[in-house]
């Protein structure tokens, strides 16, 4: 079945350091892509989205990227913080019945160390 | 505002009990949608609610149903519970127009089933 999958399980990064988490995607009919945070016990929160009509997003210390033709995502943070330990998701979005069906990545743990 | 309410926080059951869990979508959402998260597989998604109707549905049991009120409002019902029901029941809620907005989480529901 369609699946969207993450690269690298858990990252380490020191304080200040630029982060970078990737994601592959493989549905096609996908336009709609959205990064989530999600810390210990709480439920995810929405970082940054992205459409398949755009290849790049900035938002606070955040950029996404879009790679259509291979099917990648990435999410860029910039000047890493101790509060961005967390896992990531990224999600790929189905047009389906005026709405969309999300699948879910299965998170890369972000650690970020003083 | 308001965020995504999800009550109860902890629920322990027995297997073969059924279970319903309810969550309260920000004010002014339409869609509402339910997802289940596991170390395992990750998070799926359940439905979604829009308009007192299911619009969209993954590939979980007819055990698990759902139901939107008027209010918007929404409950989730799991029938006949096995072990492997057992989970993070996370809600989330759009404005469910056609432009979308990204999921709002609530904090989630964990079910436990012994």
């Known amino acids: 079945g369609e699946s969207v999958g993450l690269h690298l399980p858990t990252l380490s990064v020191q304080e200040g350091d630029n982060s970078i988490i990737n994601c592959a995607y493989s549905n096609s009919a996908s336009d709609y892509f959205i990064w989530y945070k999600q810390e210990s016990g709480k439920g995810p929160q929405f970082i940054i989205d992205i459409r398949s009509n755009m290849d790049k997003r900035q938002g606070q210390r955040v950029t996404v990227l879009l790679n259509k033709t291979v099917k990648h995502l990435s999410l860029q943070i910039a000047a890493t913080q101790p509060g961005d330990s967390a896992v990531y998701f990224c999600a790929e979005n189905r047009p389906s019945g005026g709405s969309y069906i999300p699948t879910f990545g299965r998170g890369t743990s972000l650690i970020v160390h003083p | 505002k308001a965020g995504v309410t999800q009550t109860p926080r902890y629920l322990i059951k027995t297997r073969g009990q059924q279970v319903t869990l309810s969550c309260s979508p920000i004010?002014?959402?339409?869609?509402v949608s339910w997802y289940q998260q596991t170390p395992g597989q990750g998070l799926q998604f359940l439905f979604e609610?829009?308009?007192?109707?299911?619009?969209n549905k993954g590939n979980f049991p007819g055990r698990f149903s759902g139901r939107q009120f008027s209010n918007s409002r929404s409950e989730m019902n799991v029938s006949t519970l096995e072990l492997g029901d057992s989970a993070l029941y996370l809600c989330a809620s759009t404005t469910g127009t056609p432009d979308n907005s990204p999921l709002h989480f609530g904090n989630g529901t964990r079910l436990t089933v012994t």
């Open positions: 609610y829009f308009s007192e109707t299911q619009r």
């Open positions: 004010s002014g959402h339409r869609s």
